[in-house]
């Protein structure tokens, strides 16, 4: 809906190798400063690990946030090849992905997991951002609040046993079969969705937590103008159509 702030979270995933972020930052750091100082919404990007810190300079002086894609559900220790949530927090960043359904479908990662990644990252002060989201066959049979409802459970019981739970909670509703391929739910779908998720959400959280619902799979400027218009949706997260900086400042201006 026109006039409402709204949080884009830029996900790269491993589309970028570092010689193009760096050839990125270079040729749009004064982009960046100009997107971030004409827009009332809020901006995250989230690169690969490799690419965080340059990122990081990239995006110093702006007010937009540095992200992760995934992070470790262990504190520290003997995990080779994993990245702690605090040295997340350490290289800059506010925010971090967890569940994108890549990251369950390719590595596995169960429900159980995500719950572990989400306390790492709140004991570190970085923001969960929580993907959940049904595949194909079970949005055919119509099973996608109790997908999503089984994936959030953990999660906020974990988090719901924590001393400090944050005062905010993004959630990314994410349709496994509309990521990537140029399909959108019905926007019917989308606002009872929506609805009922925020509606289960509040039940299961304290008043004092406020819920961030993301809307992400193949948000692009042919699609962003019909999602925005979901009174439920409080931002995006987006990924092909973020590597274009053209594309992702049109997809912007197409919510102002
Ligand atoms: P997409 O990906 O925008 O390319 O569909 C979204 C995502 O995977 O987060």
Known sequence: M???????VA?????????????????????????????????????SFDCLYPV??????????????TCSSHEKGAFTGEVS???LAQLGCTYCIIGHSERRLHFHESNEDIAAKAVRLVNCDVKP?????????????????????EQLKPVIEQL???AHIPSSLCIAYEPVWSIGTG???????????????????????PDTVSCIF????????????????VDWINGFLIGGASLDFQKFRNMVSLCL
């Open 2 to 8: 026109p006039g409402r702030s709204l949080l884009f």
């Open 11 to 47: 996900n790269w995933k491993m589309q970028f190798s570092f010689n193009d972020v760096l050839q990125f930052c270079d040729a749009h750091s004064d982009d960046l400063i100009a997107l971030d100082a004409g827009s009332a919404h809020q901006f995250v990007v989230c690169p």
């Open 56 to 69: 990081y300079k990239c995006l110093q002086g702006t007010s937009i946030s540095l992200g992760a894609q």
């Open 85 to 87: 949530a605090q040295s």
């Open 129 to 149: 951002i929580i993907c959940i989201g049904e595949n194909r066959e079970q949005f055919e049979r119509k099973k996608t609040m109790a997908i999503i409802s």
């Open 160 to 162: 719901n046993s924590l």
């Open 183 to 205: 399909e959108v739910p019905p926007i019917s779908y989308l606002d009872e969705t929506f609805r009922l998720l925020a509606e289960q959400c509040s039940l299961d959280l």
């Open 214 to 229: 993301l809307y992400g799979g193949s948000v692009n400027e042919s699609t962003i103008g019909q999602l925005a218009a």
